[in-house]
């Protein structure tokens, strides 16, 4: 019996998912995974490296890798693909200048062989500031259309700020990621 086939039936048994966050740096990945696990946002600093929490979550157990997005420290982000269930890439809606940039990073994350049966979570942060794009235009810059039929994705535009959008981006996720690795009971 292989590693893999070993380390599946561990996960199976356990309903565990690992979920890798991901986007430019202030795009709100940290305060995404504080807020969906009711903790305080008001202090959040910049993350320079990763943080890991662990969340249940309906009847499964979320790894959550909130990694940092730096420019400085994008090219370390190969580090955490190993073993990836769920995508989640956060953008900021309202960050119009950068949305180039964006594209460009999530496109060079999605050639990842290691990702390339990972479920993608498109967040459109930042609704509720003014100016902000809505997700059909967000999906558009990204050129999400593009993966049809290689991937899975959904955007959801969301709030991390007021917590709108979260649960509806992360249900889809699980249920997604869960229909792929578990047999439903």
């Known amino acids: 019996m292989g590693l893999l086939s070993i380390i599946r ?3 199976r048994k356990e309903k565990e998912m690992r979920i890798l966050m991901v986007g430019l740096d202030n795009s709100g990945k940290t305060t995404i995974v504080l807020k969906i696990n009711g903790e305080d946002t008001s202090v959040i600093s910049p993350t320079l490296g990763f ?9 499964y157990s979320l790894n959550i890798w909130d990694v940092g997005g730096q420019k400085t420290i ?7 693909f190993e073993q990836t269930d769920g995508l ?9 200048r950068r949305l180039d940039d964006c594209r460009a990073e999530l496109h060079n994350l999605l050639k990842e062989e290691r990702l390339a049966g990972a479920s993608l979570l498109v967040f459109a ?6 100016g902000a794009l ?10 999400l ?3 049809e039929k290689s991937r899975h994705w959904q955007i959801v535009g969301c709030s991390a700020f007021t917590g709108d959008g979260l649960l509806q ?3 889809w996720l699980v249920q997604d990621v869960a229909s792929r690795i578990y047999v439903l009971d």
């Open 51 to 59: 943080n890991i929490k662990t969340i249940k979550y309906q009847k």
């Open 9 to 11: 039936k561990i996960k």
């Open 134 to 143: 809505k997700p059909a235009e967000i999906a558009k810059v990204l050129d």
């Open 88 to 96: 989640v890439w956060v953008v900021d809606s309202s960050d119009i």
């Open 125 to 130: 942060n930042k609704q509720d500031i003014q």
């Open 74 to 80: 994008r090219s370390y982000w190969r580090n955490y």
């Open 145 to 147: 259309a593009a993966m």
């Open 169 to 171: 981006g992360f249900d």
